[in-house]
């Protein structure tokens, strides 16, 4: 596992309306602080990535289809640098187990639509979004420097 990369399963509650999903709560180990959040989505062959924060950690949960996330540590003090994990996230009701993924600042991230046309992924970063200064790095989707292919349906990335 990357080194500061947690997990929190994620427990779906179905009732005769439907279901209840906590995400992510101020009580619990993982959570590091609120910035905002918002939703992203990707569609079939397309990769979102690469990118990395200085400042902040994002917190993943797919909440439709499903989600190819990439990580890679980008960290030169880091036990794991350069260390590459692939996580599937499911929307809940899918077959797999529903998790928040918690990608800490440094590490590069991206992701695909994974065997569905469109996944879409709610992020709760630890800082908000600061438009006259993004704590964002970008890399190309298709980068050399970057220690992993995307699967052969990725056509383009942004």
């Given at each position: 596992?990357?080194?500061?990369?947690q997990?929190?399963?994620?427990?779906?509650?179905?009732?005769?309306?439907?279901?209840?999903?906590?995400?992510?709560?101020?009580?619990?180990?993982?959570?590091?602080?609120?910035?905002?959040?918002?939703?992203?989505?990707?569609?079939?062959?397309?990769?979102?990535?690469?990118?990395?924060h200085?400042?902040?950690?994002?917190?993943?949960?797919?909440?439709?289809?499903?989600?190819?996330?990439?990580?890679?540590?980008f960290?030169?003090?880091?036990p794991?640098?350069?260390?590459?994990?692939?996580?599937?996230?499911?929307?809940?009701?899918?077959?797999?187990?529903?998790?928040?993924?918690?990608?800490?600042?440094?590490?590069?991230?991206?992701?695909?639509?994974?065997?569905?046309?469109?996944?879409?992924?709610?992020?709760?970063?630890?800082?908000?979004?600061?438009?006259?200064?993004?704590?964002?790095?970008r890399?190309?989707w298709?980068?050399?420097?970057?220690?992993?292919?995307?699967p052969?349906?990725?056509?383009?990335?942004?």
């Amino acid at each position: 596992m990357i080194d500061g990369v947690q997990i929190k399963k994620l427990k779906v509650i179905p009732d005769e309306r439907g279901f209840l999903m906590q995400m992510l709560r101020n009580d619990e180990e993982i959570y590091g602080g609120f910035g905002q959040a918002y939703m992203t989505g990707v569609k079939r062959g397309v990769a979102k990535g690469w990118h990395y924060h200085l400042l902040q950690d994002d917190h993943f949960v797919c909440v439709l289809g499903k989600a190819l996330v990439v990580l890679c540590d980008f960290r030169k003090d880091s036990p794991t640098y350069k260390e590459v994990q692939e996580f599937i996230l499911t929307e809940p009701g899918q077959t797999g187990e529903q998790i928040l993924l918690k990608i800490p600042k440094g590490v590069l991230h991206g992701f695909v639509a994974h065997d569905c046309e469109e996944a879409r992924i709610v992020n709760i970063p630890t800082k908000e979004y600061n438009y006259k200064q993004p704590d964002e790095l970008r890399y190309p989707w298709n980068s050399e420097e970057v220690p992993y292919t995307w699967p052969n349906d990725i056509k383009i990335g942004g």
